[in-house]
């Protein structure tokens, strides 16, 4: 038994189990069934590699690992808007993956790719070895930065809906782990290039892979299962001009709302936020705000982009900083620490309360305090 082996019973065992537990966890979304699937395919893997390496040979590709970038990109497109079907168009995104499970069933006795030292080999093969190398290569870069695409702008619709940032909501966890996924392929590629051409390694790089799908087996349903369900945060309605981009002026040309009843719904909104200070709740939402002040939700967005400049997070926070720099000249308040200033307005993130604060007044909230306290 070599190396490789224990690390493929770990894997196996774990990504089975891991794989029970999302199939188990309700509601069972469109997302989980995609993760479930994704980590289910990760044991199957891991058991064809083992059988391959201890009984017989089952395939001459590593066909599976040709789903995981569609898998990445299709798991965060429905993590990050619930709302969305599951379409059979989504199926062209597995065509290497059939075309090579197909290759290798046909030629799954042919020594076509036993491992990376015969991958140059000057065979009549070496033409589908490179043509597979591309084409994994193209998969995992391709909908990485797709998934990375994709997460950004699921992040920049929250700033319309959402007044606080968490990891599960903006998902950053999601993107610092698609990041780490391309990542270790990349070093798998690097590593299996070098010992291609100088065969200096002591192991073929290719069971690095399976170190890495232990891992990300591990770590993506561990935070799959503790994330929870996503509400539907939709896109503005945008109209683009020739060059393919939205004007400020064309952004809402289609909602209907009059230039004198825009007006009257900003006032409302900022003699609402003066008065009742709702930016004190640190969950606050641009539904909570639409109920309380009986103003539609998209018409919020649109008095507060077109009209006031800012978008409904930038908006809520910029009252947080205010409310924090008054207390700050409050006599009352300066037994408060600055971070218990900041929770007490409405912030929920010190980096978010920092970055606001610096923005706002120039000043960091340790100089504006000792400026203000005359320290």
């Known amino acids: ?13 774990q990504s089975f189990f891991a794989g029970l537990l999302l199939a188990t966890r309700r509601p069972f979304t469109t ?26 040979d089952m395939y001459s590709f590593p066909f599976i690992s040709l789903t995981y970038g569609p898998l990445l ?7 990050t808007k619930p709302s969305l079907r599951f379409s059979p168009w989504n199926g062209l995104h597995f065509i290497p993956f059939i075309v090579f499970f197909a290759v290798s069933v046909v030629f799954r006795e042919e020594p ?9 080999v000057n065979d009549k093969f070496i033409p589908l070895r490179i043509v597979y190398g591309v084409t994994f290569f193209l998969s995992v870069t391709v909908y990485s930065i797709l998934s990375f695409i994709e997460i950004g702008r699921h992040q920049s619709r929250l700033r319309d809906f959402v007044s606080y940032t968490s990891a599960r909501l903006t998902l950053n966890w999601l ?12 070093i798998v590629f690097i590593l299996g290039g070098i010992n291609i051409i100088d065969n200096f390694l ?9 170190v890495f799908i232990t891992i990300f087996s591990f770590i993506y349903s561990l935070y799959a299962i503790r994330q929870p369900e ?29 230039e004198e009843q825009a007006e009257e719904y900003l006032t409302q909104l900022l003699r609402f936020m003066d008065d009742e200070k709702p930016f004190l709740d640190g969950a606050l939402t641009i539904n909570d705000l639409s109920k309380k002040t009986g103003i539609p939700r998209h018409y919020i967005t649109e008095v507060l982009n077109e009209k006031h400049g800012r978008n409904f997070f930038t908006f809520v926070n910029e009252y947080r900083i205010k409310e924090v720099t008054e207390r700050m000249r409050d006599p009352k308040y300066q037994h408060y620490t600055i971070l218990a200033l900041a929770f007490d307005s409405g912030f929920n993130s010190k980096s978010t309360f920092n970055t606001f604060f610096k923005a706002y007044t120039g000043k960091t909230p340790s100089d504006f305090r000792n400026e203000v306290s005359g320290v």
Not at 73 to 79: E, K, S
Not at 112 to 120: A, E, K, N, Q, S
Request: charge should be negative.
């Open 73 to 79: 990109f299709l798991y965060v497109q429905h993590m």
């Open 230 to 258: 996503m509400l539907d945060y939709p896109a503005p309605a945008v109209k683009e001009n020739g060059s393919g981009e939205a004007t400020d002026t064309e952004r809402y040309a289609r909602s209907g709302l009059k």
């Open 31 to 56: 997302s989980g069934r995609i993760m479930t699937a994704w980590v289910f395919l990760f044991c199957t893997e891991m058991i064809f590699a083992l059988i391959n390496r201890t009984v017989l």
């Open 175 to 186: 993107k610092i782990l698609s990041i780490t996924f391309y990542a270790g392929y990349v």
């Open 1 to 13: 038994m070599d190396f490789i082996e224990p690390i493929l019973y770990i894997g196996i065992s």
């Open 202 to 210: 002591p192991f073929d790089p290719y069971v690095v892979t399976f």
């Open 112 to 120: 076509i790719f036993d491992d990376l030292t015969g991958f140059l």
